[in-house]
């Protein structure tokens, strides 16, 4: 009998062309990335070792570190804590000894001091507006990706089906997102003027409330709310980690909502994809079996959309703190630099400072930041993620 | 023996000094500009953008020396900030471009741009002594940066300036004669127009830096410390502006501005008495008060109120600065610049763009312009009258003017003045240290 | 989604409610791009449902004064180029590595996916000025190629087209390479169709960022002869003054053919219907 050629053995000729196909097709957009998306990395790293000023520039290397971090001791606290925090979360998984998990429970809160002990050095004798970016950047962040998640998540669900004017109510959820930002944030600002009258004030009024500052107003909402003003003078812990307290600024918290209504859609479309790839014989199973819709949604639509889950919290995690242009269309000097996140900040001291150096600097830390998140979340959702087969 | 020697020696001496200045008199007389084509980038749109390519035609047309100017639409002032940064990274530069004092500062911390000193002084394309006293003043010594050994880094198209807009029928009917000289005399017409049951106040308080400039000035004080060695915000001069303002928020006679260009729609609406802004601003406040939904009304500019002998009026604007590259290039650059600035051109674009002139004599050719457009004439008479001071213009003042408005706003929420004005010092001077050259 | 679909009623509530959310402020920018310059300083209720909120008399000239104001019949023509071209490279390359770093085996894969994805991390303000100076290098400013080949590939559109792949079962693949199909015949034949709603999702992010794309442009192109329309309309806006109804008419006009690409494109973006052959 004549053996079939076409049967695949790994490691021979087959296996051997099979990896230059992979090659090969990842080539052209490996050219293309290595080119404009790595090379300013590396370019940007170069530059950060510089005192650099467009073109003239002195070596001084890891001077900018130093300037943003404020010296080697409060940059070792931060390492330190880093390093602890992520060995305690190793190491307290359920299936572990009761022992590795207590020491796990002490790593972490030696981790924890580490953390409240360095911070608020980098504050006083680091950059304290480079600090003061990064809260601003988590806040939005935190605020933006998980109501995104959410309601982008019930759109889609809404939006599944078959019935009269979907395409319609699609359309309308993605204008937000197609329309230029310049022009959506002027009609916002609007919508959130200081005026009685304005919108945000007037749903404010049904809630029996007075008008508020909206985007002017560089107070945080937990201290607009509960009265948790930052403290001064009381010491340098309180001082510093009473400002997390205050919570998000109102004004950040507005262009929140500015950025609710762009990408909701955006995210529904998004989750739609998944939703479409669920097989429709599945559900018919199910519901043959007699499980309720809600039933159906836990154990059938969750698992299996979880790689577009996935997909999106990364890259939410990773937009929102790069984002730039939904934060820059409405931010407020007046705030004081509580609506200039990281990537405001690096903008601001690369055009208006000429300090390209030390911005170089800044993205830097700002990428080993996301970076170290990316992980994070790789670690902790990535195992879960259900690729149907 | 040494008789011959110190002979010798003097005719050497003689003959280098002669050839030295023989050389440096005619260093930009041995330039051959014929043919010589320069690009212009700059930020004017629509009506603006006509008229200046149709004075840049008519410049290529008609100058002597057989240069071209090629004008072209970069973006808005901080769209041509990020591609003339891209620019002189990557070797891509224009020859004149348009910059405000702090952008241009950040320019030659790379040293992109030509010092106009030795232009300006040169015998033959220069500009004469007497030719330059027709100049405001204040608008020339802008441009000198003395983060920069007082190298001049622009030269200006145009100019304008912070001014009080006020109601004038309204102003009438409240029995005043005239605007606010004191700010005494602004705190009462404020007070009087402010009616809550007719929703009507008396000032809608602007944030910007330029304004709280204009402030300081007029109560004699500067944002600079002598000789420009860094800012000197924490003056008595920047304190009672701020507790001004404080109070009179406080006392409920003036609003924060609601929303962007919020105090023009009061001001059209006839809901705010005052307000205080850039000139180039008239156009758009005569549009929006003659044609406003409430009826037309007179009103005109004024200087904000001040405590000097003569008024002291806040000028800014951009101005136009020449890049590094041939000497050719460069003095053709130059001299379209001189061209821009002869009262006749001067008095065309101001026609057309309602800035302010820089040159006094400009006058002379805008009689009829000034009979029809009230507010302008009144804020030229304000120019001829009154000094002018300029901000500071430091590598790294935008941010500084940032930290400004959000000091302004801090304290007109009800915070400490003192404290937030030292903490505004000690910020901006941190800026100014790390922004240096 | 469930055999029982969402009742009705909920589900027309719900997106009722949400899609009045979305166009509520489209009521602003309509009102506005119809009013006279003076009506939008002094004629301003918030209240979408009272006549003042909307201009006394429509000015459809705001249209005519933007599109005439400037060459935007050119403008539009070259966002449409730039807009094409960056998308079929794009789709290209997307797919193609999408496809391998999905099915296909080969040493380092995670390595350079995850270097890939490193790519993503960069803020804008960091890739402008050293892609520039590529471009420059390459004497390409001012050219279509400046405007379109740093956008040629993502990272963003690999990694969500690998999920979707990822998804596709090998089985499917193994019986193609059976009858003796290459890689790249699976793709097209077998995996593209399969794919028709992720990879038309990706066409439209595509286009839409294409679009709206306003910084590079402005620092690349010198000349108005690649001027997209973002440019053109950045220019309507007087750099002293708030035509916010020019703004707004100018907004509306860039927008419509980006919905009309979607609208074509949609036909793509189907329901989990058309997912034959995925299971049986």
Request: charged residues 15%; proline residues 6%.
């Given at each position: 009998m004549r053996r079939n050629r076409r049967i695949r053995y790994p490691g021979t000729r087959h296996g051997l062309s099979e990896a230059i196909s992979g090659y090969l097709f990842v080539l052209p957009a490996a050219l293309v990335l290595a080119v404009f998306g790595l090379f300013p990395l590396l370019y940007n790293l170069y530059i950060s070792l510089f005192n650099w000023h467009i073109k003239r520039a002195t070596f001084i290397g890891l001077g900018n570190y130093k300037e943003i971090f404020g010296g080697l001791e409060p940059f070792a606290l931060l390492a330190i804590s880093t390093i602890l925090i992520t060995a305690g979360c190793a190491l307290v998984g359920k299936k572990r000894k009761l022992l590795v998990r207590?020491?796990?429970?002490?790593?972490?809160?030696?981790?924890?001091?580490?953390?409240?002990?360095?911070?608020?050095?980098?504050?006083?004798?680091?950059?304290?507006?480079?600090?003061?970016?990064?809260?601003?950047?988590?806040?939005?962040?935190?605020?933006?990706?998980?109501?995104?998640?959410?309601?982008?998540f019930l759109v889609a669900v809404a939006l599944d089906g078959k019935f009269d004017g979907k395409q319609t109510f699609r359309v309308i959820y993605l204008l937000p997102y197609i329309v230029p930002a310049v022009a959506t944030a002027a009609v916002f600002e609007r919508l959130f003027s200081l005026r009685p009258e304005s919108w945000a004030n007037q749903i404010l009024a049904l809630f029996g409330s007075h008008p508020l500052q909206w985007l002017r107003e560089y107070k945080g909402v937990l201290e607009l709310l509960f009265g948790l003003a930052p403290t001064h003078g009381v010491g340098p812990l309180s001082d510093y980690w009473s400002t997390w307290a205050a919570g998000p600024s109102l004004s950040l918290v507005s262009i929140m909502i500015y950025n609710y209504w762009v990408f909701i859609g955006y995210y529904a479309l998004i989750f739609s994809n998944g939703l479409a790839a669920i097989?429709?014989?599945?559900?018919?199973?199910?519901?043959?079996?007699?499980?309720?819709?809600?039933?159906?949604?836990?154990?059938?639509t969750l698992p299996l959309l979880s790689p577009t889950t996935y997909f999106l919290t990364i890259l939410g995690i990773i937009g929102t703190f790069k984002s730039f242009n939904s934060i820059y269309v409405l931010r407020d000097p007046s705030t004081g630099g509580a609506t200039d996140p990281m990537s405001v900040y690096v903008f601001f001291q690369f055009f208006h400072g000429g300090?390209?150096?030390?911005?170089?600097?800044?993205?830097?830390?700002?990428?080993?930041?996301?970076?170290?998140?990316t992980l994070i979340q790789e670690r902790s959702m990535g195992k879960r993620v259900f690729y149907e087969q | 023996m040494r008789g011959r020697v110190y002979r010798y020696f003097g005719a050497f001496l003689l003959l280098t000094m002669t050839t030295v200045v023989a050389l440096g008199a005619q260093a930009f007389d041995r330039l051959n500009l014929k043919g010589t084509v320069i690009t212009y980038w700059y930020q004017h749109t629509q009506g603006r953008e006509v008229a200046l390519k149709k004075m840049i035609d008519r410049f290529n047309a008609t100058n002597q020396w057989g240069i071209t100017v090629k004008?072209?639409?970069?973006?808005?002032?901080?769209?041509?900030?990020?591609?003339?940064?891209a620019g002189i990274a990557g070797g891509n530069t224009p020859d004149l471009v348009v910059a405000y004092q702090n952008e241009s500062a950040i320019y030659e911390q790379s040293d992109a741009l030509v010092d106009l000193n030795p232009y300006v002084a040169d015998q033959k394309f220069g500009i004469s002594k007497d030719e330059l006293t027709d100049y405001f003043p204040g608008f020339l010594a802008q441009d000198i940066n003395p983060q920069f050994g007082n190298k001049r880094l622009g030269w200006p198209p145009n100019r304008s300036i912070e001014m009080l807009y006020y109601n004038a029928d309204w102003l009438k009917a409240l029995g005043i004669a005239a605007p606010p000289k004191t700010w005494d005399e602004f705190y009462e017409d404020a007070k009087k127009a402010t009616n809550s049951a007719k929703?009507?106040?008396?000032?809608?308080?602007?944030?910007?830096?330029?304004?709280v400039f204009a402030l300081v000035i007029g109560r004699g004080g500067d944002f600079q410390s002598p000789g420009g060695s860094g800012y000197s915000l924490d003056t008595p001069q920047l304190r009672a502006s701020f507790a001004f303002f404080q109070k009179l928020l406080k006392d409920g006679y003036a609003k924060k501005i609601a929303e962007q260009y919020g105090e023009q729609t009061d001001f059209a609406n006839q809901k705010v008495l005052f307000t205080m802004s850039s000139t180039s601003g008239i156009p758009f406040y005569d549009?929006?008060?003659?044609?406003?939904?409430?009826?037309?009304?007179?009103?005109?500019?004024?200087?904000?109120?001040?405590?000097?002998?003569?008024?002291v009026l806040d000028i800014y604007g951009a101005s136009v600065s020449i890049v590094k590259s041939t000497p050719e290039r460069q003095l053709a650059s130059w001299l379209f610049l001189r061209w821009m600035s002869e009262p006749t051109q001067q008095a065309e674009w101001t026609r057309v763009s309602n800035y302010f002139p820089v040159r006094r004599s400009t006058a002379a050719q805008l009689g009829d312009y000034l009979a029809k457009n009230a507010q302008f004439a009144a804020a030229w008479k304000a120019l001829q009258m009154g000094d002018q001071k300029a901000e500071p213009p430091f590598a790294g003042y935008d941010q500084v003017r940032d930290s400004i408005s959000a000091a302004y706003n801090a304290v007109l929420d009800g915070a400490d003045i003192d404290s937030t004005i030292a903490a505004l010092n000690a910020k901006a001077n941190k800026i100014f240290r790390e922004t240096k050259p | 989604m469930p055999?029982?679909?969402?009742?009705?009623?909920?589900?027309?509530?719900?997106?009722?409610?949400?899609?009045f959310g979305a166009l509520l402020p489209f009521a602003y920018m309509i009102a506005n791009a119809l009013k006279t310059y003076a009506e939008t300083v002094t004629r301003i209720n918030p209240n979408p449902f009272s006549p003042a909120f909307w201009p006394a008399v429509p000015q459809w000239s705001n249209f005519a004064e933007v599109w005439l104001g400037d060459a935007f019949g050119h403008y539009f023509l070259n966002s449409f180029i730039i807009s094409l071209a960056t998308l079929c490279g794009s789709l290209a390359t997307s797919s193609l590595a999408a496809y391998a770093f999905a099915k296909l085996r080969f040493p380092g894969k995670e390595t350079i996916f995850s270097i890939f994805l490193l790519t993503l991390m960069v803020p804008e303000t960091v890739t402008l000025i050293p892609n520039f100076l590529v471009i420059s290098a390459l004497g390409w400013t001012d050219r279509l190629a400046g405007l379109t080949v740093p956008f040629l590939a993502s990272a963003f559109y690999i990694f969500f087209l690998r999920?979707?792949?990822?998804?596709?079962?090998?089985s499917l693949l193994e019986n193609a390479r059976m009858d003796g199909a290459s890689n790249l015949r699976i793709l097209w034949s077998i995996v593209a169709p399969i794919a028709q709603a992720p990879l038309s999702t990706v066409a439209f992010l595509d286009i839409a960022s294409s679009w709206n794309s306003l910084q590079w442009p402005l620092v690349v192109v010198q000349t108005p002869r690649w001027r997209p329309i973002t440019v053109g309309l950045a220019r309507l806006i007087s750099e002293e003054g708030p035509q916010i109804q020019l703004r707004m008419a100018g907004a509306l006009i860039s927008l419509a053919p980006v919905v009309l690409v979607y609208l074509v494109a949609q036909h793509q973006i189907v329901d989990s219907l058309s997912t034959s052959g995925i299971k049986e």
């Open positions: 207590l020491l796990a429970l002490a790593l972490l809160a030696c981790g924890a001091t580490c953390l409240a002990f360095g911070l608020p050095q980098i504050n006083s004798s680091g950059d304290p507006d480079m600090l003061r970016s990064f809260r601003v950047t988590l806040w939005y962040s935190l605020g933006t990706v998980p109501v995104q998640l959410f309601f982008g097989p429709r014989q599945l559900y018919e199973a199910a519901s043959l079996d007699g499980a309720r819709s809600f039933t159906m949604l836990r154990r059938i300090r390209f150096g030390y911005a170089a600097a800044l993205s830097m830390v700002l990428l080993v930041i996301v970076v170290g998140l | 004008g072209e639409y970069a973006g808005g002032y901080s769209d041509i900030v990020n591609k003339m940064t929703g009507t106040y008396g000032y809608a308080i602007s944030l910007d830096a330029s304004n549009a929006a008060v003659q044609k406003g939904a409430k009826g037309a009304f007179a009103w005109s500019v004024a200087p904000i109120p001040y405590t000097t002998a003569k008024p | 055999r029982q679909p969402l009742p009705t009623v909920l589900r027309y509530l719900a997106l009722g409610i949400g899609a999920q979707f792949f990822k998804q596709i079962p090998d």
